[in-house]
């Protein structure tokens, strides 16, 4: 109902509301695009769904082969509860995407330590943590984790530690 108004109304709304902004704002933009009928409202969800197996088999891939990659998509594609969610008209499946977007930056990051990388884990991050706030948590074990990961010295976990003030 809220992405129903007009922008300006959803912007004062969202910010009284106790919910993170970006799902209302890409829902407004959505029904923008094609209205607002119930089918196609549920379509942003699945579309958001379908590009998280998409990322799923990216990460899966790069980080332990093409096989268990293509293993993790299907366990995902059929997991009750990913299909259960995804044809929600919530942000479940935006959240999925994106923290699976920010996992895949951060990891780069840890391997590279290249400023594009600390840019797409920063804007990634933030983006999640507008969408919903159990982002807060997971990008946290993510810092943790990236952490444990860093070899010791040469100012590794000072400028992790500066992407995560930043965020």
Do not use: C, K
């Amino acid at each position: 109902m809220v992405a129903r108004q007009g922008f300006l109304e959803v912007l004062r709304t969202v910010s009284l509301d106790i919910h993170p902004p970006l799902q209302f704002l890409l829902r407004w933009a959505w029904i923008r695009l094609g209205g607002d009928g119930e089918q196609w409202l549920r379509s942003l969800s699945i579309l958001l769904a379908l590009l998280s197996l998409v990322w799923t088999w990216r990460l899966g891939r790069r980080l332990f082969g093409p096989f268990p990659a293509v293993f993790a998509v299907a366990l995902l594609a059929v997991h009750p509860t990913h299909v259960l969610y995804s044809l929600e008209i919530e942000d479940y499946s935006l959240i999925w995407l994106l923290l699976l977007a920010a996992t895949e930056a951060a990891w780069n990051w840890l391997e590279h330590r290249r400023m594009q990388d600390a840019f797409a884990y920063w804007i990634w991050g933030t983006l999640a943590l507008y969408s919903h706030y159990v982002s807060l948590f997971y990008l946290g074990i993510l810092f943790v984790a990236g952490l444990a990961l860093l070899p010791r010295g040469r100012g590794s976990p000072g400028a992790w530690l500066g992407i995560h003030a930043a965020l």
